[in-house]
């Protein structure tokens, strides 16, 4: 089993930047494709990027194109999510999670078998 904790969430104005960081232990995710979900208040949690086990490909949904860019560095076994120009509806907590069955990334919370404890970032106006 892999265990996951991300880290670098926080609070920041409307346009700046953060850098969320997921670090595994347990075994090497390296093979697997890594999200990054979130979940707002009252809502229900949802896809934000994905990257393939050697980074060379990524999915993004619409409302972070152009904002966001998730990378990875295998030899720390480590995950990241770049967020720039962010907004007041970025506000969420940030959840980390490893899948390590698809065989291109999956948008779908119930690809991913493994999850970290989530990193609140909040954006204020």
């Known amino acids: 089993q892999v265990q996951l904790v991300e880290s670098g969430g926080g609070l920041v104005q409307v346009g700046g930047s953060l850098r969320l960081s997921c670090t595994a232990s347990?075994?090497?995710?390296?093979?697997?494709?890594m999200g990054w979900f979130r979940q707002a208040p009252g809502e229900e949690r949802e896809f934000v990027a994905t990257?393939?086990?050697?980074?060379?490909?990524?999915y993004y949904d619409d409302s972070v194109i152009g904002r966001f860019t998730i990378s990875r560095d295998n030899a720390k076994n480590t995950v990241y999510l770049q967020m720039n120009s962010l907004k007041p509806e970025d506000t969420a907590v940030y959840y980390c999670?490893?899948?390590?069955?698809?065989?291109?990334?999956?948008?779908?919370?119930?690809?991913?078998?493994?999850w970290g404890q989530g990193t609140q970032v909040t954006v204020s106006s």
């Open positions: 999670a490893a899948d390590p069955n698809s065989v291109s990334g999956c948008l779908f919370s119930t690809c991913y078998e493994s």
């Open positions: 347990g075994r090497s995710t390296s093979t697997y494709h």
């Open positions: 990257i393939s086990g050697s980074g060379t490909n990524t």
